[in-house]
């Protein structure tokens, strides 16, 4: 049986916020598995929210500044 962590549960392992983690799910932008009413995550479900963070940082074009 896979074990599903609650949203506080998997808060705190991904240490953020429950309320940003509730307000991602709820959006349906992070793997999230919804039992009924309730939220819960798998381990995979946080290794792929996880990995979602691991990205390359874009690079900034810097503009002239404006003086005057």
């Known amino acids: 049986m896979t074990r599903l962590y609650t949203p506080?549960?998997?808060?705190?392992?991904?240490?953020?916020r429950e309320s940003w983690l509730r307000r991602k799910a709820g959006q349906r932008t992070i793997p999230c598995?919804?039992?009924?009413?309730?939220?819960?995550?798998?381990?995979?479900?946080?290794?792929?929210?996880?990995?979602?963070?691991n990205h390359t940082p874009q690079t900034r074009h810097n503009r002239p500044r404006r003086t005057g």
């Open 8 to 16: 506080a549960q998997a808060a705190e392992l991904l240490m953020v």
């Open 33 to 53: 598995t919804f039992l009924g009413k309730h939220l819960r995550f798998s381990a995979a479900n946080l290794r792929d929210i996880a990995d979602s963070g």
